[in-house]
Nanobody, 124 residues
Framework: QVQLVESGGGLVQAGGSLRLSCAAS????????MGWFRQAPGKGREFVAA????????YYADFVKGRFTISRDNVKNTGYLQMNRLNAEDTAVYYC?????????????????WGQGTQVTVSS
């Protein structure tokens, strides 16, 4: 069992930056692929980024490439999402997720564990 708690969301002006954190507790964090999803008002949950167990491989949705960076620190049991050049379309609740099996499963939303989410609001 793994518990995931996101933090770092908030209100930011367009063009600004935020860094989200995902603190994991329970089983060793390195056993899991982890990633980020988001859900905007009135829309479904969508994949944002994923990272392999030891950080060797990263994956991004096209709409965040070059702006967002996913990383992790397995010693601190924490994952991160650095978000730069934010725009109003990035406004959403951001969720951390983890999966024991594969990044493919995670990217498809088939995640073993989910956090509660953190709100990101970008003002234009």
């Amino acid at each position: 069992q793994v518990q995931l708690v996101e933090s770092g969301g908030g209100l930011v002006q367009a063009g600004g930056s935020l860094r989200l954190s995902c603190a994991a507790s329970g089983r060793p964090f390195s056993q899991y692929v982890m990633g980020w999803f988001r859900q905007a008002p009135g829309k479904g949950r969508e994949f944002v980024a994923a990272i392999s167990r030891y950080g060797a491989d990263t994956y991004y949705a096209d709409f965040v490439k070059g702006r967002f960076t996913i990383s992790r620190d397995n010693v601190k049991n924490t994952g991160y999402l650095q978000m730069n050049r934010l725009n109003a379309e990035d406004t959403a609740v951001y969720y951390c997720a983890a999966d024991r099996r594969s990044s493919t499963r995670l990217r498809n939303g088939e995640c073993d564990y989910w956090g509660q989410g953190t709100q990101v609001t970008v003002s234009s």
